[in-house]
């Protein structure tokens, strides 16, 4: 459904079919403005979009800048005079029960979060769309193997495998990581497999097939490259789920140990000072929900933008 | 047709969990550290330790100790827990309950709310049904599910005092008779009802917590079902014969709108599932997502390893469950 139309279908772009180097130049001009009309319909059009973009974006800025610009040292304490101060303009968010700056620690600790986002999918979307690719290319016997052994991890709830194995392989934010790949790649595996067995049906494939190109050529620079903006959208959203679960992980005290500004680490902490200082757990949990709520948002635009049959609702 | 499929999906049962079991035996076999040293205990003799090993056949090879494993696994012989010293399937039996109860009333929330409120949503598109439909499940998907635990229980218990903090009832009061193993059920077939009122008092927060970000899922793919559906040809048709707007919108358009909706319960059991684990720590529910927590947390490898097969056999069984109810509501569908 979606898949078909995400990924439109171009010409072989770049490759020399019957000698030319090119095979239109029109046609790339018209899909250049076909791009630009696209992208003012994505953010101009629609201020929730924009909203999302504004949001990932401060994300970003403070995952790099973050520890830099902070007001305080995240890992200051100072339980004499400054234990579980209500917000306030020295401590816009308020401080925890060892004195530190809440503000300075949720800054500091999107980095944290990107970071495993980051490692997490890039290994999740490597891995699944090498096993998507080979199942979907080969099919036959080669397809029914590698799709069953995905569909196996997909048997369980992703959370609960996730916590299943972080909690046997220990308690750090490295294992977290390892956990969450391997609940998040088989998605990507069974994405681009839907989407290569779409792809490599249509003419420009068969063209290429019939004019002898060879095997890994046409998987790699023609039925590949296609199915890229579908795993984009995944991957948008996929970013703020990364991001949900290792917080939740951290929470039950697997993944990002104290004094870890981590968010989860701070709101498992924090869930014990909840009556008296209610700005604790709110503010990195805002946090989290803003950033979440920012990748969703924007992998849903792209969708929308990609994919105009759902622009139509 | 039905029986071929059933017979298909139960091959595939065999083999999933088949899977399952290795991965839930090696997981619990390449523990770092010496699983027997683990349950002796650090100030346990070195004879102590050999002990165990040789009891639990910790020497044998690991073929062999997989073919024990899965026998004892058929058997429900699950292992002791380290920490309540008792056999884990013990446990589960004594806390799965609290979980079913909270999770069956999530789903039954999440399902009543969120299908109304999509239907609404689609029908008055653009207008505030719509914007707080669409606040819901743009919230619901990004909030974690443990910060709004511990908001609902600040705002309710720690802010109004409405409502009681965690705990299935109050602690030293008596569950009522055991019939069915959910209180709420039990206390109305006994007549019970203060128990009854106390009961459902604690069930509240716990399953409007973890009920909304499934009720943010359903809300959200009613929406788009029934956005779908209602520019179909055969909508239009049925409005100019000057069928009613009430029987055209629940009549026609529903029936065929809930479709996906159903195909995503299998997805609505495991956010469920895993929500438990979450929610239950924040509200004391002695459930066994709270059971699995305290065992992860005290590094208690049969009771984490047995809570995660059982959690997954109940997923699997339930999106079989999906499947077959799919099947029958859609006759165009054939699985082929």
Same mark, same amino acid.
């Given at each position: 459904m979606s898949a078909e139309q995400a990924a439109p279908a171009r010409p072989l772009s770049a490759e020399p079919v019957a000698g030319g180097r090119r095979l239109d130049t029109a046609e790339s001009n018209r899909e250049r403005s076909q791009l630009k009309r696209n992208l003012h319909k994505f953010l101009v059009q629609n201020r929730l979009n924009l909203v999302g973009l504004v949001i990932v974006v401060v994300f970003f800025l403070l995952a790099v800048f973050g520890q830099t610009i902070a007001p305080h040292d995240p890992y200051a304490q100072d339980i004499?005079? =400054?234990?579980?101060?209500?917000? =306030?303009? =020295?401590h816009p968010m308020g401080t925890d029960e060892l004195g530190r700056d809440l503000l300075s620690r949720v800054m500091t600790g999107t980095r944290i979060s990107l970071q495993v986002a980051a490692v997490v999918l890039t290994f999740a979307v490597t891995f699944g769309t090498l096993i998507g690719s080979l199942a979907g290319y080969f099919g036959g016997i080669v397809d029914e193997i590698l799709m069953r052994f995905t569909d196996m991890f997909l048997a369980f709830p992703a959370l609960i495998l996730a916590i299943a194995i972080a909690s046997t392989l220990g308690r750090e934010l490295v294992w977290t990581m390892v956990a969450l790949s391997t609940v998040f790649w088989p998605w990507y595996a069974r994405l681009v497999r839907a989407q290569i067995l779409s792809i490599r049906e249509r003419d420009y494939v068969t063209a290429g097939e019939s004019v002898g190109l060879s095997g890994p050529r046409l998987l790699f620079r023609h039925i590949l490259p296609n199915a890229i903006p579908v795993v984009i959208i995944q991957l948008t959203l996929d970013i703020g789920y990364a991001i949900l679960a290792t917080s939740s992980l951290s929470f039950i005290g697997l993944g990002a140990q104290p004094p870890s500004p981590e968010w989860g680490t701070m709101m498992s902490t924090a869930r014990n000072y909840f009556r008296e200082a209610w700005w604790y757990t709110t503010f990195p949990g805002l946090a989290l929900t803003l950033t979440v709520f920012a990748f969703n948002i924007l992998g849903d635009g792209l969708q929308d933008a990609l994919d105009p049959r759902s622009g139509q609702r | 047709m039905l029986a071929r499929l059933i017979v298909r999906r139960l091959f595939f049962l065999v083999f999933v969990l088949f899977g399952l079991s290795v991965v839930t035996f090696s997981l619990s076999h390449i523990v770092p550290g010496d699983p027997a040293r683990l349950m002796a205990g650090p100030r346990a003799s070195a004879s102590t330790v050999d002990k165990i090993r040789e009891r639990y056949g910790l020497n044998d090879p690991l073929p062999a100790q997989y073919v024990n494993y899965v026998q004892g696994v058929l058997r429900l012989d699950l292992g002791d827990s380290f920490?309540? %010293? %008792?056999p884990v399937r013990d446990d589960l039996a004594r806390y799965l309950p609290a979980t079913l109860e909270l999770g069956f009333f999530a789903f039954i929330l999440s399902t009543v709310v969120g299908v109304p409120l999509g239907v609404l949503s689609a029908v008055k598109r653009d207008k505030w049904p719509d914007h707080i439909a669409r606040f819901v499940s743009i919230s619901g998907l990004a909030m974690p599910v443990f910060w709004l635990a511990i908001m609902a229980q600040f705002l309710f218990?720690?802010?109004? /005092?409405?409502?009681?903090?965690? /705990? %299935?009832?109050?602690?030293?009061s008596d569950p009522p008779p055991n019939v069915t193993t959910l209180y709420t059920v039990d206390a109305l077939l006994a007549g019970e009802w203060g128990t009854f009122a106390t009961a459902v008092r604690h069930l509240l927060l716990p399953t409007i917590v973890l009920a909304y970000g499934s009720l943010a899922v359903i809300t959200r793919m009613v929406r788009g079902g029934m956005l779908e559906v209602l520019n179909q040809d055969y909508i239009r048709t049925a409005r100019a014969k000057g069928v009613a707007q009430k029987t055209v919108v629940v009549g026609h358009a529903l029936k065929n709108a809930l479709l996906p909706t159903v195909t995503s319960l299998g997805l609505q059991i495991g956010l469920l599932l895993s929500g438990a684990f979450l929610v239950e720590i924040v509200f004391s529910w002695p459930g066994i997502g709270r059971y699995a927590v305290e065992a992860i947390q005290r590094l208690d490898y049969n009771a984490t390893m047995a809570t995660t097969l059982i959690i997954a056999f109940v997923f699997v069984m339930m999106n079989l469950v999906v499947d077959v109810l799919y099947l029958f509501l859609d006759p165009r569908i054939t699985y082929s």
């Open positions: 004499t005079g =400054s234990k579980l101060l209500g917000p =306030s303009l =020295s | 920490t309540t %010293r %008792r218990f720690g802010q109004l /005092g409405w409502l009681p903090d965690g /705990g %299935r009832l109050p602690i030293g």
